[in-house]
């Protein structure tokens, strides 16, 4: 190989091709590159959690030299198909019809209750501070929401190809997400329905009063 810049990978394919712990030198002689190109990648696959660094055993005076050799395990570098997996399951919920709507309402309902940071005991939310930590929720999971007095508008979806694809079940997700997060705030507000696309351009998050049990205070 005589590229003066092998890629990170090209790099990592060498230490697991080599069958023992490889030093810098080495290493440079076998990509035909320069060492200090070649250290330049083993730190970066060390820190990137790909390569360990060792100390090979002296055979004789002087310092050790630095080895490396490929972490064990897959390969970490490789493209995901997350989005391939979100339709696989998101199909399988559409199969089963009103049941996978319930179902998807239910996992959303579930996960909001968890992301969101529980207030203190004995404290009474308002109905402005809920909305405001739900909306703080939603911006860090990038839906760039806008809150209102009875609604919360958003202008993003994190999941905009899936939604229109999937569309109702990925809404109720997002739906359950809400309530799930206003219930676990023990807020006296909830979220009622979910409008998606009520703009071309942003969907609308209608909030109503909670039922007395849920608008309780925590103790």
Do not use: K, Q
């Amino acid at each position: 190989m005589t590229a003066d810049r092998p890629r990170r990978r090209e790099v990592l394919d060498v230490l697991r091709g080599s069958g023992v712990p490889l030093g810098i030198a080495d290493l440079a002689a076998r990509l035909g590159v320069h060492p200090n190109t070649a250290r330049f990648h083993l730190d970066a696959l060390v820190a990137g959690g790909e390569a360990e660094r060792t100390l090979d055993r002296p055979s004789g005076p002087g310092r050790p030299r630095a080895v490396y050799a490929a972490r064990p395990g897959m390969d970490r570098g490789g493209a995901r198909g997350y989005r391939m997996l979100a339709r696989i399951l998101l199909s399988r919920l559409a199969a089963a019809g009103p049941g996978g709507r319930r179902h998807a309402e239910h996992a959303g309902r579930e996960w909001g209750r968890v992301l969101v940071e529980r207030p203190r005991p004995y404290t009474r939310m308002s109905a402005r501070d809920a909305t405001g930590r739900l909306s703080a929720l939603l911006a860090d999971l990038d839906f760039a929401p806008e809150p209102g007095r009875d609604a919360i508008r958003l202008r993003h979806c994190p999941f905009l190809e899936l939604a229109e694809e999937y569309g109702p079940l990925v809404c109720d997700v997002h739906l359950g997400l809400m309530r799930g997060a206003l219930e676990e705030l023990g807020a006296p507000v909830t979220a009622e329905r979910l409008e998606p696309f009520a703009e071309p351009d942003v969907c609308v998050a209608r909030l109503g009063r909670a039922t007395p049990e849920r608008g309780e205070a925590r103790s």
